[in-house]
């Protein structure tokens, strides 16, 4: 299949299958796919942020799909209604990794970088928003002291944040303030 969104990239930043469907995000577009009748329809729906640094996190939360875009989750319902604005996250963050966890959604989010040249954050840090998923807002928000998120594992019953910075380490999600684990040995 050739995809040729109304807008943005044709690139596909994530793919994942949910109900009857495969659902597939580019940069402005969420594409869907009905393997039934082998259909696709790269424009099924409209990302309101829709910037290509984002890659559109995916993950489904009590039978709902979840979708990050820049800093507002889109979501798509279990009879396939979408929704640009599921939820807003503070300005100045942007979505990189979703995950349930008790029934919840978390959102992993980075601070915006200073210019479009440059490798710099605004914020020193990133963080982790939980949300019920029903609610108007998210709930809490926890600060995780390093760039990016990457994503998130479950150990031993303890939930634990794969995080960036100049180092790689390892975070245990706690409110408010994530406890670094580990630290990535490098060379």
Do not use: C
């Not at 009857?20 to 942020?49: C, H, Q, S, V």
């Not at 349930?100 to 440059?118: G, H, P, R, Y």
């Amino acid at each position: 299949h050739t995809r040729v969104p109304a807008a943005g990239s044709k690139d596909v930043y994530n793919v994942i299958a949910f109900g009857a469907y495969i659902y597939y995000a580019m940069e402005k577009r969420l594409g869907r796919l009905d393997p039934a009748t082998n259909t696709f329809n790269d424009n099924w729906a409209t990302f309101t942020n829709g910037v290509s640094s984002i890659y559109h996190p995916m993950r489904i939360v009590n039978d709902t799909l979840y979708i990050g875009d820049d800093d507002l989750v889109a979501q798509v319902d279990s009879s396939g209604v979408f929704t640009a604005n599921a939820l807003d996250i503070e300005p100045g963050f942007s979505v990189t990794a979703l995950y349930e966890w008790n029934n919840q959604l978390l959102v992993a989010a980075a601070s915006e970088l200073v210019s479009s040249t440059s490798t710099g954050r605004k914020a020193s840090y990133s963080k982790v928003y939980r949300w019920n998923t029903w609610s108007v807002s998210w709930d809490t928000a926890t600060i995780v002291p390093e760039d990016i998120i990457h994503g998130f594992i479950v150990s031993g019953g303890g939930l634990y944040m794969l995080t960036q910075a100049d180092k790689i380490k390892f975070y245990r999600y706690n409110e408010p303030y994530a406890d670094m684990v580990m630290e990535m040995p490098i060379g």
